[in-house]
């Protein structure tokens, strides 16, 4: 009984280990979130679905992160939501950047930046002292 207890306890372990954070939202901007790696999480911002804005990558390091699905859905009438799922790949720090702009008017700038703090690959932030 013992050992069916252990097993069952390791494959809770793996699944939380390896399950994804987040969705990280608007009301997350600037924060730091701290992951292990192979842990996935995502980003779901929302937008306007009658103004040809998007939101877009703008940076982030690809040898911390990497970018493993973007997807965008019409939610409302004049809503829509995006959703960016990341895989942290390996140790490191990196800004995660993204904008809320038009495409076709790169001079105007973005209307809106969302921006993520992310470090991978520790059991809990190391600082210098």
Not at 62 to 89: D, G
Request: with cysteine.
């Amino acid at each position: 009984m013992k050992r069916t207890g252990t097993v069952f306890a390791l494959i809770l372990l793996s699944f939380l280990l390896n399950s994804c954070s987040g969705p990280y939202t608007m009301k997350d901007n600037g924060k730091m979130i701290e992951l292990s790696i192979n842990t996935l999480f995502e980003v779901e911002l929302e937008g306007s679905a009658e103004t040809g804005y998007e939101w877009n990558v703008l940076s982030y390091d690809n040898m911390v992160i990497e970018l493993v699905n973007r997807s965008k859905e019409q939610i409302t009438e004049k809503t829509m939501q995006y959703l960016f799922e990341f895989k942290a790949v390996a140790a490191g720090e990196t800004e995660l950047v993204l904008i809320y702009h038009h495409p076709d008017k790169p001079s105007e700038g973005p209307a809106e930046v969302f921006k993520l703090r992310v470090i991978s690959g520790t059991m809990g932030r190391i600082t210098a002292e």
